[in-house]
């Protein structure tokens, strides 16, 4: 299903159900030194499709726009385990759209995760080597060899972030407005940049905070970019909380607070996160409790955006959580 565009609203193609759940986390907010009733859970990651996660909002967007335009294949890009990959794979099974992956990397380096998801939903995975630009210059010429084929192929932008994907986060921050009407701060990691330009164009950026993961090389100006198309005004990098101290040796790998952050979700609310994105940004938000820079009573939420596919992608955190097994 389709919404049709307006003069002013682009058109929207429906994969979700909303608005996603917003949970309290009382437990989890005392072992933090908060109050009981200080931090609650938006629950992203229980958005129906493919297995559920923020991607899904801005992909609403985007192939609203591709089927606009006629398009008969997805093409778009990411790391082995990406959960807009795998998202973006979904979406086209549920719009009956050919989807085309172009990843970083090569064949035969993981298997499992969301590249089994990748699989069962059908799509074609190309394999571009390194990341950065080539990843980007190989997308666009499998678009054309995609057109020499006779297809209409849509270039979906890296991690769906995109001044027209964000949208699907102006929508969220709007959830959050009827939600929380008290909020002090969302706290979300921060990735590609749409999800928390979204945030910022309609919650202001004094009411976000964004952990870098690691996924861009400038987070905070990428954030700025997208938040100054999206909404129409400037808004500067300073203007933006964004911490950069959870991405330890780089985007894949594994830290200390990460696990532990991980481990204490686990343990008292019950909730999995991924080791990439959300464990960072729970991370984040363990390290803004214990300097000060969110306090107790005042009104936190965590955005879980998803990835628990991720996680079975990973071997070193699953290694970690299963000696738990044995008391490890």
């Avoid at 907010?29 to 499709?49: E, F, N």
């Avoid at 992956?101 to 064949?107: H, I, M, R």
């Avoid at 921050?173 to 164009?201: C, F, K």
């Avoid at 985007?251 to 696990?259: D, I, K, Q, S």
Wanted: charge should be negative.
């Amino acid at each position: 299903m389709t919404t049709p565009s307006t003069d002013s609203t682009p058109p929207r193609a429906r994969l979700g159900t909303w608005p996603t759940p917003l949970e309290p986390a009382p437990r989890l907010a005392r072992a933090l030194g908060l109050g009981p009733d200080d931090l609650w859970v938006k629950r992203d990651d229980l958005i129906g499709l493919g297995g559920g996660g923020n991607k899904v909002r801005k992909l609403e967007w985007t192939c609203g726009a591709a089927l606009a335009e006629g398009a008969t294949t997805l093409v778009t890009t990411g790391a082995p385990q990406s959960n807009h990959a795998r998202l973006t794979a979904a979406a086209g099974a549920r719009l009956g759209l050919r989807v085309v992956l172009v990843l970083a990397g090569q064949p035969g380096a993981s298997a499992s995760g969301n590249l089994a998801l990748d699989g069962l939903f059908g799509a074609g995975v190309v394999w571009a080597g390194d990341g950065g630009e080539r990843l980007a210059s190989r997308a666009r010429e499998v678009v054309e060899e995609l057109r020499g084929q006779g297809e209409v192929p849509a270039l979906i932008p890296f991690g769906g972030s995109s001044a027209l994907g964000a949208r699907g986060y102006v929508e969220c921050a709007r959830e959050l407005d009827d939600q929380v009407p008290d909020l002090a701060t969302a706290v979300v990691a921060l990735g590609s940049g749409g999800t928390m330009a979204g945030l910022v164009a309609h919650l202001g950026g004094s009411h976000v905070l964004g952990v870098h993961v690691g996924a861009v090389a400038e987070p905070a100006r990428t954030v700025s970019e997208l938040t100054s198309e999206l909404s129409g005004k400037p808004c500067a990098p300073e203007e933006l909380r964004v911490r950069l101290d959870q991405v330890g040796d780089g985007y894949g790998t594994l830290t200390e607070p990460v696990m532990s952050a991980l481990t204490l979700a686990a343990r008292t609310e019950g909730i999995v996160l991924d080791p990439i994105y959300t464990g960072r940004a729970m991370a984040g938000l363990v390290a803004a409790v214990e300097d000060g820079d969110i306090t107790p009573g005042q009104r936190t939420v965590f955005l879980h955006t998803g990835g628990l596919p991720g996680l079975f992608g990973h071997p070193a955190t699953l290694a970690r959580a299963e000696a738990g097994l044995l008391g490890g």
